[in-house]
């Protein structure tokens, strides 16, 4: 403990300590002040909350819709959750934490189509998540996702050659909201257990002519009565495939793609009005019936 020394103090008595003496007033000069450069204007990245990064911004605001987005924070979201699903892939002691058992399902050829397929190797019950949806080829994001022109910020990975789109997955977790977060599989990489949703197959292929109402009719009819699984998105950006009702041993998974799933048929339905009231109404009856559980197919 320092010990102050005073002559202006009274000698040490009992009793409280005597106060010492107000310091005089500082001197003042002649001297003109120092002037220091005024510091530079400070852009959006100067701005951004220290010591925090993107994704915890992103989760403590509510979600993408809710928190200020800054120059290159679209960016460094895609290479987070790149950075994320990679570390998965990579160290696949993660997936328990998840509830995804790898062993669940393996992959074979397919009852319904030509190329590979996801079976069951044991009973499943409903609700169980199976496998996750590998990002091997591309992640994007679009924070406006109802504005077509505004750039995404793509994460692509080193084995890249081409685009894929008929292996990939968009995450609907509320998390990303309006932004499209899209998840790209490159199906040519050696298949890795844990990582096959981009192997689940449809009952039957989506419609793609927006003229043949009759093939769309069978397609609905369908793929409502023969799925049984569906796409979960995590916040984190991960996509999963969970089972929707009882999955027997050796029984492939089906999941529905939807009238999405082909670009050029969607368009071809938005612009007729009367098709468009047709075929959205039945496809959104669909989705419910589907997403409910509602009696109607196997295992209903």
Not at 94 to 99: N, R, T, V
Not at 117 to 137: C, M, Q, S, W
Not at 223 to 236: I, L, Q
Not at 271 to 288: G, I, S, V, Y
Request: charged content about 25%; hydrophobic content about 35%; some cysteine.
């Amino acid at each position: 403990m320092a010990t102050f020394v005073s002559s202006r103090c009274a000698p040490r008595r009992a009793g409280p300590l005597c106060a010492m003496e107000k310091p005089p007033p500082p001197v003042k000069t002649s001297s003109p002040p120092t002037t220091r450069p005024k510091p530079p204007k400070p852009g959006p990245n100067q701005l951004m909350p220290k010591g925090r990064n993107v994704a915890e911004r992103m989760f403590s605001a509510g979600g993408i819709s809710q928190m200020r987005l800054y120059d290159g924070d679209q960016a460094r979201l895609v290479a987070a959750v790149a950075r994320h699903l990679q570390a998965l892939r990579e160290i696949p002691d993660f997936l328990p934490y998840l509830h995804v058992d790898v062993d669940a399902v393996r992959e074979g050829p397919s009852t319904v189509c030509d190329g590979l397929g996801v079976f069951a190797t044991r009973d499943l019950k409903p609700h169980e998540i199976v496998t996750l949806y590998p990002a091997t080829n591309e992640v994007s994001l679009r924070a406006a996702r109802d504005d077509d022109r505004a750039p995404a910020s793509v994460w692509r990975s080193e084995t890249y050659a081409e685009p894929k789109p008929d292996y990939a997955m968009f995450n609907g977790s509320t998390t990303w909201a309006n932004a499209v977060l899209r998840l790209e599989a490159d199906p040519t990489l050696p298949i890795l257990p844990g990582f096959l949703g981009h192997l689940v197959n449809d009952a039957c292929a989506p419609p793609s002519d927006a003229d043949d109402i009759e093939h769309a009719r069978r397609y609905l009819v369908k793929t409502t009565n023969e799925t049984n699984c569906h796409a979960v998105p995590f916040p984190s950006g991960v996509v999963a495939i969970a089972t929707s009702k009882e999955v027997r041993a050796g029984e492939e998974l089906l999941m529905t793609y939807s009238f999405a799933f082909d670009g050029e048929f969607m368009s071809g339905v938005l612009k007729d009005p009367a098709k468009r009231k047709q075929m959205l109404t039945n496809a959104f009856a669909t989705e419910m019936k589907v997403a409910s559980g509602t009696p109607g197919g196997r295992g209903g």
